[in-house]
C-alpha cells in the first residue's frame, strides 16, 4: 500500500483543522464529488475510495460541504472542540 492514508481494512478518523473525518469505505461509490469540491482534502486511492488528506488547504466549511455533497453520506464529520458529531 504505497498511500499511509488508504487503509481499507478499518474506517479511521483523520484530524483536519476543527474536524474529525473518517470515510465509511463501504458506502463510497467513488463518485468524487467530495473530490471535487475539496480537492486538498479529498482524493480517491486505487480502489476508487475517497481518502481524508490531512494536510490540506481547504477551509472548514468547504470540507463540511464536501462531505454534505457526498451522495451516499458516506463522510463522517466531527467537531473535535465539542466531540459532536456534525455530519452527518
Ligand atoms: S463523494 Fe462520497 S461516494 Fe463520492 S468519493 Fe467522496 S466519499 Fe466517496
Not at 467513488?30 to 475539496?38: D, E
Amino acid at each position: 500500500m504505497s498511500d499511509p492514508n488508504s487503509s481499507p481494512a478499518d474506517d479511521q478518523f483523520f484530524q483536519v483543522g476543527k474536524y474529525q473525518i473518517k470515510v465509511v469505505r463501504n458506502m463510497c461509490i467513488g463518485a468524487a464529488t467530495c473530490v471535487a469540491v475539496s480537492p486538498s482534502t479529498y482524493k480517491l486511492d486505487s480502489d476508487n475510495k475517497a481518502v481524508v488528506q490531512t494536510a490540506g488547504t481547504d477551509t472548514p466549511e468547504n470540507i463540511l460541504m464536501a462531505a454534505q455533497s457526498c451522495p451516499t453520506r458516506a463522510i463522517v464529520v466531527v467537531d473535535t472542540e465539542t466531540g459532536k458529531q456534525v455530519w452527518p
